[in-house]
């Protein structure tokens, strides 16, 4: 956001000349702080401000104070916030240090806000970083215990949200109401969210979590946004969760939706002539250690998934499975632009050029191959027999998918194989060194991923939601994961039981991932454990295959 600064100290009752102070309506600070974008001369700094009175424009003044407290590095300014951007505040504080940590604050109306700890990224030699990667969080479905255990962490540099930060259902019946803890928890607005004021309103829900908003205040984040942040299975041209003919144009929604996030998370503006889904694609310079690359899998270039029911024909009424195959294999099928392939590859090779351990890739499903299998080729006879009920209809679906040998993880990077086939070249014409995170699934992950001609090309760590379910046990005390890892040799670990967060720490001699879970959503008491944790090291010009540690 632009700030106007003769325009805030009039507001603020100051001369140009004059110390900062409070002025302007009543006001409170519900949302908490948050940091993110670090460089290692900048970093955004957010925070929403409600006024007791809507409608009028609120000034305020921020603050940023190195916790070292040496000499030099303190920041301070002033702004103007209003209803064009639900009072939300954003700063690009410039001329920092390198490697620094800071404390911030805002003051408004003699206010001051809760204070965050945030720090900007290293510059040459670099010893180690700690990063917790998140997704999935559905508000009604349980307590944010991940995100507080993210906050309680002894140390922590950066967190990296994968998405689905937000969900767009709401109601009676609706996805998450189910949870012992929904009547505590509904969504609001009580509606699925289709309008600015709609997204507004369920960003400013989330932000009140005080797991949330610890975990905000604790580190910088680095954040992109899955497909809830828009509708559930979204696209290029439209959504899964989205019907014209109710719910209006799918460019108007997803604009909103847009508008919202930007206003709501702590990542930087635009530059100008940059669209809003563009500017998510950037770039972290991490020392010399490595170089954090996002990308954007939703909105800019993806081709509409296939649907087994809409897309698999029949001839006389068997299943046309050459036909399919021959859908889901066109190159012309997209997740990523040409032109942000051809970005990806340039960062990865800047990053290799310069000496960079890690290439990271910020990205939002899971990359792996992942086949169907046959539940009863991989769970003992007494296993098989003790599926609940209420499995019964996957398992059968389960049964039938693999007999066709058809895919049907088709949102993922599965669904879209010439495509992950293009992104493995580009990363082994790099030279680089990739460790891929992933979100979206509901469940850990640890994967070796090949390319179609059998080669080894990167590791990638998915992690689980912070409070979105898995698919849980398929048979008593058989996590569904465990089978699904048994059928697929790029799966290595699954685990679709828990919630948690990945808790990734990179040296240049080793990645490591440590599988955090929480031992409940259901109530605000939690501990915290280690599922798994898994490391590759530098091997060559590439990497490792995976080593549980």
Not at 190 to 203: G, K, T
Not at 372 to 399: D, H, W
Not at 504 to 525: F, H, N, P, Q
């Amino acid at each position: 956001m632009k700030i106007d600064r003769r325009k805030a100290l009039a507001l603020l009752g100051l001369s140009a000349a004059a110390p900062a102070a409070a002025g302007g309506p009543g006001v409170s600070f519900r949302h908490g702080v948050a940091s993110g974008d670090p460089t290692q001369t900048k970093v955004v700094l957010w925070t929403r401000i409600t006024p007791d009175r809507a409608g009028d424009e609120v000034p305020y003044t921020w603050e940023l104070l190195p916790i070292d407290r040496r000499a030099g590095g303190v920041k301070r300014g002033v702004g103007v916030t209003g209803p064009d951007r639900d009072y939300t505040v954003k700063v690009d504080a410039t001329g920092l240090d390198a490697g620094r940590a800071y404390t911030f604050r805002f003051e408004s109306g003699g206010v001051i806000s809760s204070e965050g700890r945030t720090r900007t990224l290293p510059a040459g030699a670099t010893k180690d970083v700690v990063m917790a990667v998140a997704s999935c969080a559905l508000y009604p479905n349980g307590y944010f215990n991940a995100y507080q255990a993210i906050a309680d962490l002894p140390r922590v540099d950066l967190v990296v949200h994968l998405g689905d930060y937000i969900y767009e259902y709401g109601g009676p019946g609706s996805y998450g109401m189910d949870s012992a803890v929904a009547k505590e928890r509904p969504h609001d607005p009580p509606h699925e969210i289709v309008s600015l004021a709609d997204y507004r309103r369920r960003h400013a829900q989330y932000r009140t979590d005080p797991g949330l908003q610890a975990a905000s205040a604790r580190a910088p984040w680095v954040v992109s946004w899955d497909d809830h942040e828009t509708a559930n299975d979204s696209f290029a041209g439209g959504a899964q969760n989205h019907d014209p003919k109710d719910e209006g144009e799918w460019n108007v929604r997803k604009a909103v939706a847009l508008k919202a996030y930007y206003e709501w998370m702590p990542i930087r503006e635009p530059a100008p002539g940059v669209g809003l889904a563009e500017a998510s694609m950037r770039s972290f310079r991490i020392g010399d250690l490595a170089q954090l690359i996002m990308i954007e899998t939703r909105l800019t270039a993806r081709d509409q998934q296939l649907n087994l029911q809409r897309d698999l024909p029949k001839v006389d009424g068997r299943p046309d499975v050459a036909a399919f195959n021959a859908k889901l294999n066109d190159p012309d099928r997209r997740m990523m632009s040409p032109r942000q392939a051809a970005w990806v590859a340039a960062e990865a090779a800047r990053s290799v050029k310069a000496g960079h351990a890690w290439q990271v890739l910020g990205n939002q499903v899971i990359m792996a191959r992942v086949r169907p299998f046959s539940p009863k080729a991989v769970l003992t006879p007494e296993q098989y027999a003790a599926i609940p009920e209420r499995n019964r209809a996957r398992v059968q679906a389960a049964e039938e998918n693999a007999a066709l040998g058809l895919p049907t993880t088709l949102d993922m990077w599965e669904g879209y194989p010439a495509d992950r086939e293009r992104l493995c070249g580009v990363l082994k014409g790099a030279g680089a060194r990739p460790i891929v995170l992933a979100g979206d699934a509901h469940s850990f992950w640890a994967n070796e991923l090949h390319d179609a001609k059998g080669a080894y090309v990167a590791c990638e760590f998915g992690t689980t939601g912070i409070t979105s379910p898995g698919a849980g046990e398929i048979a008593p005390g058989v996590d569904y994961g465990v089978a699904l890892a048994k059928a697929n040799p790029e799966v290595v670990f699954n685990d679709q039981v828990h919630q948690g967060f990945v808790l990734l720490t990179l040296t240049r001699e080793a990645a490591r991932a440590d599988m955090v879970a929480v031992s409940t959503i259901i109530s605000k008491d939690f501990e915290t454990r280690t599922v798994k944790s898994f490391r590759t090291i530098p091997e060559g010009k590439g990497l490792s295959k995976l080593k549980e540690t």
